[in-house]
């Protein structure tokens, strides 16, 4: 299985961006599909972006037009550019990449948005 370690979180303020990464190891991470979630104080984890190993992209509604999802696969890394961050942003930001039958799961990494 791959292990994942997420980067790049933080404090910004509303309006601001960050580009949060999820670097990978142990597996061959080119064939994960990679997703990013998101979990807020008190409510579930939601899922926010996702990339398919051969680069089509998805989602949330919430995020269309603000993030964007990518990925670098000779580097094994997976990118979540966020742009006019606002408050209801802040989480806490994890990947997981999912080859069936499993999935791995990173630490998270903290974003908050100040207003």
């Known amino acids: 299985q791959v292990q994942l370690v997420e980067s790049g979180g933080g404090l910004v303020q509303a309006g601001g961006s960050l580009r949060l990464s999820c670097a990978a190891s142990?597996?061959?991470?080119?064939?994960?599909?990679v997703g990013w979630y998101r979990q807020a104080p008190g409510k579930q984890r939601e899922l926010v972006a996702v990339?398919?190993?051969?680069?089509?992209?998805n989602y949330a509604d919430s995020v269309k037009g603000r993030f964007t999802i990518s990925r670098d696969n000779a580097k094994n890394t997976v990118y979540l550019q966020m742009n006019s961050l606002n408050a209801e942003d802040t989480a806490v930001y994890y990947c997981?990449?999912?080859?069936?039958?499993?999935?791995?799961w990173g630490q998270g990494t903290q974003v908050t948005v100040s207003s």
């Open positions: 997981k990449g999912s080859r069936y039958p499993y999935d791995s």
């Open positions: 990339i398919t190993r051969d680069g089509v992209t």
């Open positions: 142990g597996s061959i991470f080119s064939i994960y599909i």
